[in-house]
């Protein structure tokens, strides 16, 4: 080979099928082992209350922000949160996959919302941490359903990072559509803590939880995609 063959060789631009190849199990165990140690972290200072002082502080600047106008505008992103919606939505998608031939994509994306809500039940049976007051639809001012991790910021962000991971492996994202699905969360996480529904600590470990879950559930499509092949 000769010296300019090679370094065209060595200087190849990065084809789509180069940007779409899979993460190795090794990247997607670092994903679940860093997000399950954050979760952890944050679950310890839950339990032995070290955390409630910054929840604390945290609630009252969130409070401190409410108005009307802010109410509504943040109501759609409380509906398009709810959980039987989003869980439709993903079934309808793993559905559609399934349909299109895309059986390893459908499988993750039908099993993501599970993992998600077994993983979130399970840690809230064990950990006793209550909801905040929503002073504007509980007249007595107490909540008293176990609040962490967050169920709705678990789920979307397992099903959004999962959903971006899967669809951009099959090349169907488009930037839009990828940018829509990681500001989702954030949207999500922050509305909880602005209406007063949860945490500070139940919105970072619901990011954990769901990021732990992407993480796997991302690992189970590449071992699926890679026997398909």
């Not at 090679?6 to 679940?32: F, K, M, Q, Y």
């Not at 860093?34 to 609630?59: C, E, N, P, Y």
């Not at 992103?77 to 919606?85: A, F, G, Q």
Request: charged fraction near 15%; aromatic fraction near 4%; proline fraction near 6%.
């Amino acid at each position: 080979m000769s010296g300019a063959t090679a370094n065209a060789a060595v200087a190849r631009p990065e084809t789509a099928a180069d940007a779409c190849a899979p993460s190795s199990p090794l990247n997607h165990g670092i994903v679940i082992l860093v997000a399950a140690g954050i979760f952890a972290l944050i679950a310890r200072g839950v339990a032995t209350k070290k955390i409630h002082a910054i929840d604390q502080s945290a609630r009252e600047a969130a409070q401190s922000l409410r108005t009307h106008a802010l109410d509504v505008a943040v109501k759609p992103v409380t509906i398009l949160s709810v959980l039987p919606l989003v869980a439709s939505a993903t079934a309808a998608l793993a559905f559609w996959l399934r349909h299109e031939r895309r059986a390893a994509a459908a499988l993750a994306t039908a099993v993501t919302p599970l993992v998600a809500a077994a993983a979130g039940q399970s840690f809230t049976t064990f950990l006793a941490q209550r909801n905040p007051p929503d002073r504007s639809d509980t007249p007595n001012g107490e909540v008293t359903e176990p609040s962490f991790p967050s169920g709705h910021t678990t789920g979307v962000t397992a099903e959004a990072l999962s959903i971006a991971y899967i669809l951009s492996r099959e090349e169907l994202l488009s930037p839009a559509v990828l940018a829509g699905l990681l500001a989702w969360p954030l949207l999500v996480s922050t509305a909880r803590l602005y209406r007063d529904r949860h945490w500070l600590s139940d919105i970072l470990g619901g990011l954990a939880a769901g990021t732990a879950v992407a993480g796997a559930t991302s690992l189970l499509y590449d071992v699926r995609k890679a026997k398909e092949a």
